[in-house]
């Protein structure tokens, strides 16, 4: 009955993304009374445990075999991205929520892409490199690449690497840890609990949203920033091994909206961050859509050694 459930939760995770988004929209108030309680970060804490547990130590021989592509990726994201969303932001007409739209081109790669890789069946391993990376390349330099846009920018490295520390990178490694004196004979609570923390992230998000007629362009520049990060990853992709090729696309299609809207506020003031809400449901939309494309059967446990 378990699998059955995992099973059916993958298959229309699409679905149940687009119905919770609604909820979230329609309902606001509890999801908004969640995430005031620190809701957001304990439930992406759950959902980078959950994907520790998924990952097995053999899949760690996919970096050593991508380092080179790792490499790449994160030198060319870390230079086009921020350049994109400065280009999408023009679309919007107030400057507060301009530097919104701004920051999420600093980001580091959405938490939750590693979940999603998980679910597509790509070499999660890649993905989660790819997020380490990118978070320690935040830290260092978001505030120097938003001053570059002409923003005067006081970023606390100190505390954005001790929220990250705290909802990334202890529940990963605990996951992974847990994995090697772990290992289940069927991994349908994994994968269903995975699914069900990543619907409960994007309903605290979508509560998030105050739709009003200066969202639209905001919206639209969101939407430009998405199509063109997405694109950068598919080119950076190319003749990558299919679950690579997966694990490349997601994090750099996709960043964390989460910290983009922590840098937004530290660096602009708290009504820069409005749009990162709109940003955390139209990414996490994409990256389930995404996953649910290149979704391939995840390997049965006697075949992971």
Partial sequence: MMKAAADAS?????VLVLV???????GPAPGRALAAGNGIDATLAVLVFSTGLSLRLADLAAVRLA???IAVVLLVSTAVLPALAWAASLLVGDPVLRAGVQAAGVAPAEVATVALCVIAGGEAAVCATLLAASTI????AAGPILSLLGASVSVSSVGLLGTLAVVVALPLAAGMALRTVWSPRDDAVIRLVTVLALLLLLWQVASQIRLDFAYVTVIVALVVF???SAALGWGLALRAPAGQATAV???VALRDFAVAAGIATAAFGPAAAAPLGAYGVIVLLAGSATAITARRPPLPPESAA
Avoid: D, F, H, N
């Fill in 226 to 228: 998405v199509a063109g």
């Fill in 20 to 26: 919770v988004a609604a909820a979230g929209l329609a």
């Fill in 137 to 140: 390349i935040t830290v260092v």
């Fill in 10 to 14: 993958e298959r229309l995770l699409l």
């Fill in 67 to 69: 380092w080179q592509r």
């Fill in 249 to 251: 696309l997601l994090p």
